[in-house]
């Protein structure tokens, strides 16, 4: 006796980037931080965003997430357009998101199982039992067994970002937008962060687009790295970490990559 | 009726959190429905699984099922079969809050302890306080000069508010006696109503309410907060006590500030009085005669009295709930909540118990 148990098949045409960003210009008021930035990320990269401060990494971030509106371009997230679609369709985008902000951003006044839990709670017609047993079980791919009951003021920085990711990916998201995964953790928490990051890559297929600083950990996860510089308001360079590093003919890019101060600039090198 | 030993469920597409209650649903339905027979979970269809599909396939196969009757997962991705691999039928197992539901009783008694260990608590808490009181002689002038700064903004800035609910109060009873006495020709006995009720009872329940709400809230606040940030830790690294540097100004300006402000309110809920009891034809002269005949100045001492009681109540009560502040932004706004809850069904018990000493 055979049952049958079939989901409805909804998946982008192969080869449609995750996450693409079309000639993107963003300003705040007269302050023009993009005149024309494009990029796309594909399935099952990990791409750092990275650029001095002020470059717009961070508001870029936000673009993407649909939280500022564009002065011009567009996103599209599994091809279709953010900022064309209607408020429904926008929701429905920004849900294939998963988004973890530098500090976490976990609910205070929840704990861990109730924060990781709350957009399953929200947003899908689970039992509490299972909703309970799909996040112990994300928990654990985190390593962060045992922590359900705690609350999050009482976690470790390394513990709030595990968790903030968790949460990111509880609704099955798998496109992941991590903000500085990495600031305010010793290297040893940090390398561990890394190895929970390409272990999510390699085994839920989870596409992550990263804003980061710190080289070390760019060179150990990133497939590419994109550079934003605040004086060409755009993108300055788009490739392999490691060739960017040794080949980049670019004195921003070489510069950043092998941590030289800028007063090099005024050394005549440019 | 089928032939085949063997039930098998063919998964297909895409299980998500979106997609998987269902599927969830009816994939239980036939494992539960088919106790005596062996399940072959077929996912050579499956797309892609998420978090919560993956959680489903492990639901599946954890259940505690009949020798020979297992439910198995076949042709899954070698990915997720490495996921699924990692965990063994036993894991979250205990899954769940634990918490098992107690009966009423069992709440009512559990309630009942956790109450009377805050009462010792608080007890134990006031009893170091006191020690600390006799322990810093030495250095008094500046706990004063604290416990000045203090009652200055826990009782001057107070007054108006004070000075309003008073009279308001004064006003209402008045009012309210008045209507029915009004009825049996014994309007100027209102007087002698309104005396007590002021100078024993509302004058000070009043103001230490409103005291309550308005500094035992900011106590519990500033405390919580400076927990939260360390300060305490820093305080006591310089060799200072917390209790003694912090808690003792302020109950100290609280056991002066909350009689200051309870005579102010015995003064305003009279004044109400009178304005009131002249619309019902009681003059002035009459309403202060029958005053003085009616409460003795054991009345307002006894007022007093309890409001230095309950000054100190919320004192004790809002540093208490301050120093015991657990971590993070949202345990500052529970301990003042609970400062202000605890410190007035405090101040009503004590207030019986006043009631009935003083009876």
């Not at chain 1, 429905?92 to 199982?113: D, E, H, I, P, T």
């Not at chain 2, 304005?275 to 009681?282: A, E, G």
Request: glycine share 10%.
């Amino acid at each position: 006796m055979t049952e049958h148990l079939a989901a409805k098949r909804v998946t982008a045409p192969a080869g449609t980037p995750a996450i693409s960003v079309r000639n993107l210009h963003l300003s705040f008021g007269a302050r023009v931080l993009l005149e024309d930035a494009s990029f796309d990320v594909h399935r099952g990269q990990i791409v750092v965003l990275l650029g001095g401060s002020g470059s717009g990494k961070s508001s870029l971030m936000k673009t993407i997430i649909g939280l500022h509106r564009p002065t011009g371009g567009d996103v599209l997230i599994d091809g279709e357009s953010l900022f064309q679609a209607d408020a429904a369709g926008k929701v429905r985008l920004q849900r294939k998101l998963g988004v973890m902000y530098q500090g976490g951003a976990l609910f205070g006044s929840l704990n861990v199982l109730a924060n990781v839990r709350f957009p399953l709670d929200r947003f899908t017609q689970l039992t509490l039992e299972q909703k309970n047993l799909a996040v112990r079980m994300l928990l654990h791919e985190l390593e962060m067994d045992g922590t359900e009951t705690l609350m999050p003021a009482e976690l470790s920085g390394g513990m709030l970002k595990r968790v903030g990711i968790a949460r990111a990916m509880a609704l099955g998201c798998d496109i992941l937008l991590l903000d500085e995964p990495s600031a305010g953790l010793d290297p040893v928490t940090a390398a561990d962060l890394d190895r929970t990051i390409l272990a999510l890559r390699s085994e839920f297929a989870v596409t992550f687009l990263i804003v980061s600083h710190d080289l070390q950990s760019i060179f150990a996860i990133a497939d590419r790295a994109i550079m934003l510089d605040g004086h060409a308001r755009g993108v300055i360079a788009d490739g392999v970490p490691a060739f960017l590093r040794d080949q980049s003919s670019d004195a921003r890019v070489h510069r950043f990559f092998n941590r030289q101060p800028d007063s090099l600039r005024a050394s005549g090198e440019r | 009726m089928d032939t085949d030993a063997s039930l098998t469920l063919r998964l297909e597409g895409r299980i998500t959190a979106q997609t998987a209650p269902p599927i969830w649903k009816a994939a239980i339905e036939q494992i539960e429905g088919h106790p005596l027979r062996p399940v072959l979970v077929d996912a050579s269809r499956l797309e892609f699984v998420d978090n919560v599909g993956l959680a489903m396939l492990f639901d599946l196969i954890r259940r505690e099922r009949a020798p020979g009757a297992k439910v198995e997962v076949r042709a899954l991705a070698p990915d997720l079969a490495a996921i699924l691999q990692r965990y063994v039928p036993g894991d979250f197992a205990v899954a769940g809050s634990g918490l098992h539901s107690m009966g009423l009783l069992e709440q009512v008694g559990r309630a009942t302890e956790r109450q009377a260990g805050y009462l010792v608590e608080l007890l134990g808490f006031v009893a170091a306080c006191a020690r600390a009181l006799f322990r810093s002689q030495e250095r008094q002038v500046s706990t004063w000069r604290d416990a000045l700064d203090i009652a200055t903004e826990a009782g001057a800035n107070a007054v108006p508010i004070v000075l309003l609910i008073g009279f308001l109060m004064g006003v209402i009873i008045a009012f309210e006696l008045g209507q029915v006495a009004r009825q049996f020709g014994a309007v100027i006995f209102v007087v002698d109503g309104v005396g007590s009720a002021v100078l024993r009872e509302l004058g000070a329940l009043m103001t230490a309410v409103v005291v309550a709400g308005r500094t035992g809230a900011a106590f519990a606040a500033q405390l919580g907060s400076q927990k939260v940030n360390e300060e305490l830790d820093a305080l006591a690294t310089f060799g200072l006590d917390p209790i003694e540097f912090l808690v003792l100004p302020r109950l100290l300006a609280m056991v002066v500030v909350v009689p200051l402000l309870t005579v102010l309110a015995d003064f305003v809920g009279l004044c109400g009085g009178v304005l009131v009891l002249m619309t019902f034809d009681v003059t002035y002269l009459q309403f202060y005669t029958e005053l003085l005949g009616a409460v003795k100045a054991s009345d307002l001492l006894l007022g007093l009295v309890k409001a230095a009681c309950y000054g100190l109540t919320i004192a004790a009560v809002g540093c208490h709930q301050g120093l015991a502040t657990g971590a993070g932004a949202t345990a500052v706004g529970q301990s003042a909540t609970r400062a202000v809850v605890s410190s007035i069904v405090l101040i009503i018990v004590i207030d019986g118990f006043f009631a009935v000493l003083t009876s």
